[in-house]
């Protein structure tokens, strides 16, 4: 079936350095992906979107890149900060409302 | 106000009891979700109300029973549950539209932790 999935589990990044965050879609049919955080004990946090007929969007500290050619998208934090640790979703939303399918997720480690 | 709330936090019930999940927003929001996320897994979507009226069910079991009783509040009523079912319960809600444009952000409660012994 249709899926969206992360390539690694857990990424630890020195406080300071950039934080780049990989995930694999499979739903070509797609028109929004979204960025979600997770810290724990709380419920997720939206981060970023972009459309599918961008490539490219910033945000304060956050960018995300789209490559549909090889269905992956990315998403990079610019100086990591400990406030940072928390587990990134990647998700998928077939017309950016109401449905949306969450990937596996990455937890990210920020090493003071 | 851009905060969703649930309650109760914590949940311990049997798998004979009836028990209710409330979540509440006050953002205006007319689109309202119900999640599922299981320990070190992505949030698995339930169900979606669009105006007060229930619009996607993803073939959950009718042990799970959403209610939408007006357009702040969203109810899920819980009975006979299994083991297997304990899970963190996550509300959610949207602005909602009927055309493509930008993507409506969902804004997520903290969820309720339930357990079923």
């Known amino acids: 079936g249709e899926s969206v999935g992360l390539h690694l589990p857990t990424l630890s990044v020195q406080e300071g350095d950039n934080s780049i965050i990989n995930c694999a879609y499979s739903?070509?049919?797609?028109?929004?992906f979204i960025w979600y955080k997770q810290e724990s004990g709380k419920g997720p946090q939206f981060i970023i979107d972009?459309?599918?007929?961008?490539d490219k969007r910033q945000g304060q500290r956050v960018t995300v890149l789209l490559n549909k050619t090889v269905k992956h998208l990315s998403l990079q934090i610019a100086a990591t900060q400990p406030g940072d640790s928390a587990v990134y979703f990647c998700?998928?939303?077939?017309?950016?409302?109401?449905?949306?399918?969450f990937g596996t997720g990455t937890k990210l480690q920020v090493i003071p | 106000d851009t905060e969703v709330t649930q309650t109760p936090k914590h949940l311990v019930m049997g798998m004979t009891n009836k028990k209710s999940l409330k979540c509440e927003q006050h953002?205006?929001?007319?689109?309202m979700y119900w999640y599922k996320q299981k320990a070190k897994k992505p949030p698995e979507l339930m169900f979606v109300?669009?105006?007060?009226?229930?619009?996607i069910n993803e073939s959950v079991p009718s042990r799970f029973s959403p209610e939408c009783p007006n357009s702040s509040l969203l109810n899920l009523h819980l009975h006979a549950l299994q083991p297997e079912d304990s899970a963190l319960y996550l509300c959610?809600?949207?602005?909602?539209?009927?055309?493509?444009?930008?993507?409506?952000?969902?804004?997520f409660g903290p969820g309720t932790r339930l357990t079923v012994l």
């Open positions: 959610a809600s949207s602005q909602e539209v009927t055309g493509q444009g930008t993507y409506n952000e969902q804004f």
């Open positions: 739903n070509s049919a797609s028109d929004y």
């Open positions: 972009i459309r599918s007929n961008m």
């Open positions: 998700a998928e939303s077939p017309r950016g409302y109401q449905k949306v399918t």
């Open positions: 953002m205006g929001h007319r689109a």
């Open positions: 109300y669009s105006y007060e009226k229930l619009s």
